[in-house]
């Protein structure tokens, strides 16, 4: 019984490896202050703007009825350094060795706000890092 659980588990194991992501890079790569500079115009569509963008985080409405969309994206990076001077990133997992590590995070906000027609009228951005 216990070697077959064990076969059942390893092959959905399989399976999920072959699988695509549940995590869309394609989109993380879309969101950038460069993005929104260069490919969002005034006068875009909502449509355009989801096509160069991807969809966004938030839609809400300004107090005259009129869209504004928000795309955030929070990136953080860690780097250990051990005591035998090496240093190194980690992206998952936990680590037994002693040292150091610094952790830098940054947020991008992106605010899209559209006119009564459902164009663009203007693109803001705010970035930090802490």
């Known amino acids: 019984m216990l070697k077959n659980t064990m076969c059942i588990v390893l092959l959905s194991f399989s399976f999920f490896g072959c699988s695509p992501s549940l995590y869309n890079t ?49 990136s953080t990076q860690q780097a250990y350094q051990n005591s035998s001077g090496g240093l190194s990133i980690i992206i998952a997992g936990i680590s037994g060795d002693s040292g150091s590590s610094v952790k830098n995070s940054r947020t991008l906000t992106i605010v899209v706000k559209f006119d009564s027609q459902n164009k663009v009228r203007d693109v803001s951005y705010r970035t930090s890092s802490f």
């Open 26 to 74: 394609q989109a993380d790569e879309k969101l950038s202050v460069a993005k929104a500079q260069k490919d969002i115009k005034k006068g875009m569509s909502s449509a355009e703007v989801v096509e160069v963008m991807g969809s966004p985080n938030v839609i809400s409405t300004d107090a005259e009825g009129r869209e504004v969309w928000v795309y955030d994206k929070i």
